[in-house]
């Protein structure tokens, strides 16, 4: 009769702590390469799809803003052209001196 607090006996050619043979090795390595090089091969092509889609965005978010930023840069040389015109010639010197307020309990 088998002691239950024993471990189930093995099949007949099997030892225990086996180790396995040279090829099972061998085909262990060649398996974890393939899958290694796949997974490596499949996040690149990944990395280039999405790179492509911000690069197509990107453009198309250009190519739209035009009129914007062509508005922006009339505003920015009439403002700076403006501003030079006033500002030729003239000096403004000042000094400022503001009243402190004390309030109860400061001296």
């Known amino acids: 009769m088998l002691d239950p607090r024993l471990p189930p006996p093995l099949p007949p050619g099997r030892r225990r702590g086996f180790s396995p043979g040279l090829l099972t090795r061998i085909l262990t390595v ?5 899958v290694l090089i796949g997974a490596v ?30 508005q922006l840069e009339e505003r920015l040389n009439a403002q700076r052209a403006a501003g030079a015109d006033a ?21």
């Open 41 to 70: 091969a499949i996040s690149f092509v990944v990395f280039v799809a999405v790179l492509a889609v911000l690069l197509v965005f990107g453009i198309y978010l250009w190519w739209k803003t035009r009129p914007i930023r062509r």
């Open 87 to 107: 500002a030729r010639g003239e000096t403004i010197e000042g000094e400022v001196i503001r009243k402190r307020e004390s309030g109860p309990g400061e001296r």
């Open 30 to 34: 060649a398996a974890g390469t393939v």
